[in-house]
C-alpha cells in the first residue's frame, strides 16, 4: 500500500531539522538523486530568513565518470531562472570525491546564504550539478519563501 501525501508530509513535519524533503527533479541524466537535505527546513515550502547560511546535502549515485563537477544555483520566478551565487560551485571541494566514478553514491555539501538584501518573496529554489561534459549529474526544484 502507498502511504498518501498527506501521511507523506505529516512524517515529514513531524520530525528532526534536516529530513529528507519532497523535491522535483528537474532534468537528472548523469545521476539520480536518493536524497536531498536542507537545514534547517522542518516544514515545506522552506522558510529561507535573510542574513541566514543553510545546509544543503543530497545524495546521488552517478551514472557516468566525470573528472569534476560545478553547480548552478537559481531563484525560479515566472518561469525565468535568475541566477544565485552560491560561495563554492566546485563539487570536487563540495563532499565530492573526484574523478566521480560511475555506479557510486556521493553526498553533495553546501551552503545557500540567503542575503539581507533579498527581497520577501516565495520562488522555487533550483540547483543543478553539471559533470565535466556539462551534462546534469542532478537538478532538484523546491518551493521557499525568503523572509525577514
Not at 520562488?123 to 518551493?143: A, T
Request: proline share 9%; glycine share 6%; charged share 20%.
Amino acid at each position: 500500500m502507498v502511504p498518501s501525501p498527506l501521511a507523506l508530509l505529516l512524517a515529514l513535519g513531524a520530525t528532526a531539522l534536516a529530513e529528507p524533503l519532497r523535491f522535483v527533479d528537474c532534468g537528472s541524466i548523469d545521476g539520480s538523486i536518493q536524497e536531498v537535505n536542507v537545514s534547517p527546513c522542518p516544514t515545506q515550502p522552506c522558510l529561507l530568513h535573510k542574513g541566514t547560511s543553510y545546509s544543503i546535502n543530497v545524495t546521488f549515485a552517478s551514472k557516468i565518470e566525470s573528472q569534476g563537477s560545478k553547480a548552478r544555483v537559481y531563484g525560479e520566478m515566472l518561469h525565468v531562472d535568475i541566477p544565485f551565487p552560491i560561495p563554492e560551485p566546485d563539487g570536487c571541494k563540495s563532499g565530492i570525491q573526484c574523478p566521480i566514478q560511475k555506479g557510486h553514491s556521493y553526498s553533495y555539501l553546501n551552503k545557500l546564504p540567503v542575503k539581507s538584501e533579498y527581497p520577501s518573496i516565495k520562488l522555487i529554489v533550483k540547483w543543478e550539478l553539471v559533470d565535466d561534459q556539462d551534462q546534469m549529474l542532478f537538478c532538484w526544484k523546491i518551493p521557499v519563501q525568503i523572509t525577514s
